[in-house]
């Protein structure tokens, strides 16, 4: 008598990970062009849908100081990005320059992804440097490292006003 040998198993299949799509998000400049446009056209909506509602404080400061900024006359664009770029944490940041009460005004603005889209986030205080003081004569000024040109600048019209004003 000769025994057949035991059959052999069947081959355990090899599971193959299943790819999970990575969440890249729209670009940032999406994002900035929404929240620039909303603030021009009075669409609160579309502002607050791009803040970061994950910081209280922040989504709450937004939704409370929201206020239309208008557009220019002529069709022209409300807003320009001056520049952009990353910090190490993620974190982006953006210097606009937006229209608001007849002029336009340069802003830093931050962002950060949250469930894959940018929103705009609370002012990143280290982006600026370590903070810097001065006395002038009459005044003491505190100021950001990259501020300490414009804090010259500021410091002295500051003086000539004041002089101005107590020799009136």
Known sequence: NIK????TPPPTATVLPT????????????????EALALAQDDRST???VQDLSDGIWYQSQQDNFETWGAPSGGSRPYDVLDSGQLPDGVAWAEVNQYRSNRYFRETRFYRVVGGAWVRTAPDQSFWGSEQSQDSVHFHVTFADKDRELAQYVIFRFEDVYERLCSD
């Not at 057949?4 to 059959?7: G, H, I, L, M, T």
């Not at 790819?19 to 929404?34: F, S």
């Open 4 to 7: 057949e040998p035991a059959p």
């Open 19 to 34: 790819p999970v799509p990575t969440l890249t998000p729209p670009p940032l400049i999406e994002t900035i062009k929404r």
């Open 47 to 49: 502002f607050l849908s």
